[in-house]
């Protein structure tokens, strides 16, 4: 095998090195070149012509340069872990809000937490459609539907999908512009 277990390329030893004036036998030019054949087939090639195989870990070693995530399917980088890239939407509507998040959710999953602006105060019931994967309601207190006045716009709001419709997390939103520790400790 050209690699041994700690990754390390070992080339076949049998006949190897080839000494000056001697015949190279079949034999162990085969076997050399089989051995690089399986190094450069293990390999993995920068440009993407192969994919992993199996876990790779990196020995307390980090991925650098690592782009911006576009797609669920696709790894974050740190920036946007720390800025809760792709939970803040875009919202329009008063009672049915539509909503959009970058990269675009492909499906709702429960846990998934999301924070809008209203851009209306609401006037009853409210129903939130985002990413176009189907209108979904807005509850407070698990079961109760929102009563006119309860988004304000203007005001930031925090959601989470429970497997069936979504929970709005505090009993208020906090009006854009204002710190969210002024808003919890006076109640705003």
Do not use: C, R, W
Not at 123 to 128: K, N, R, Y
């Amino acid at each position: 095998m050209s690699y041994n277990g700690s990754g390390t390329f070992v080339i076949n030893s049998t006949g190897q090195p080839v000494v000056t004036n001697t015949v190279i036998s079949s034999a162990a030019f085969n076997a050399l070149t089989a051995d690089l054949a399986t190094g450069l087939t293990t390999a993995l090639t920068k440009d993407g012509q192969t994919t992993p195989t199996a876990n790779i870990p990196m020995g307390t070693f980090k991925l650098t340069g690592l782009g911006v995530g576009s797609a669920a399917t696709d790894s974050a980088n740190i920036s946007q872990v720390q800025s809760s890239f792709g939970s803040f939407l875009t919202a329009a509507g008063t009672d049915t809000i539509t909503a959009s998040v970058s990269p675009s959710l492909s499906a709702y999953a429960v846990g998934q937490t999301f924070k809008f602006i209203a851009a209306a105060t609401n006037t009853g019931a409210v129903t939130i459609n985002i990413s176009a994967l189907g209108a979904k309601s807005i509850l407070k207190n698990g079961a109760t539907a929102l009563s006119a006045g309860e988004l304000v716009s203007g005001s930031m709001y925090q959601i989470v999908y429970d497997g069936t419709q979504f929970q709005l997390i505090g009993a208020g939103g906090v009006t854009a512009g204002k710190s969210i520790a002024f808003s919890i400790i006076f109640g705003l």
